[in-house]
């Protein structure tokens, strides 16, 4: 998948799932049931407190992109050397909390799609200037869906993705306030319980629920 591919994909599909703290069992038994729920997009995070190794999520990174059907990116990158890393491991694109000019632009050499996050115009403006394909509104949770279309209207040029307690109950109003797509968290799609009860038609129809709403369908 070109990067053209991934940024099209991200725009027709709109919903990319946010696996943090997920073993390589459980995020492979959780993207298993949420595909068939109609996911496609899959974001892998790294642990920055380095309680869980970077080699335990580029190998989760790797496993999940060896299905074919999951395009599979890196959240939470803080460095470039991590962009790298997620890079190798199968990445198509990279995600994370901040604008780090470093970041982004080692993202755009690698030909992989920047998703920097951001929360003031400053903010998003420079990291689109620096080359970020998306932009992660981000906590967005805390300003509410007001805030994004606030600073989506006279940011127009820029693709805003609204992440940060977004679910199901306000989904469709970030969409509508301007959002081009949504990240949630799996923990609301695939819960660790479900999981462990072996209960992948409750994930899958979550899946499709989120999936549903974030395409306004």
Aim: proline share 4%.
């Amino acid at each position: 998948m070109s990067k053209l591919d991934t940024i099209n994909h991200i725009l027709a599909e709109k919903l990319i799932v946010i696996m943090r703290g997920y073993s390589l069992d459980e995020g492979l038994r959780a993207v298993d049931a949420m595909a068939k729920g109609g996911v496609s997009l899959v974001e892998v995070t790294f642990d920055q407190t380095g309680k869980t190794p970077l080699s335990a999520t580029t190998e989760l990174i790797s496993a999940i992109a060896a299905r074919g059907d999951i395009c599979v990116g890196a959240g939470t990158v803080m460095t470039p050397e991590q962009v790298e890393l997620a890079a190798a491991a199968g990445a198509k694109y990279i995600i994370s909390p901040d604008s780090c000019e470093a970041v982004i632009r080692r993202t755009v050499e690698l030909g992989l799609v920047s998703i920097p996050g951001a929360m003031t115009p400053t903010e998003a403006a420079n990291a689109h200037r620096w080359g970020a394909d998306f932009v992660k509104l981000f906590p967005v949770g805390e300003m509410g869906p007001s805030y994004l279309k606030a600073v989506a209207a006279p940011l127009a040029h820029i693709r805003f993705l609204a992440v940060g307690s977004v679910r199901e109950n306000n989904m469709a109003e970030y969409m509508a306030a301007g959002a081009l797509g949504a990240g949630v968290g799996a923990g609301s799609i695939a819960p660790k319980a479900a999981l462990a009860a072996g209960d992948a038609d409750t994930i899958a129809a979550n899946a499709g629920r989120y999936l549903a709403l974030a395409k306004g369908e």
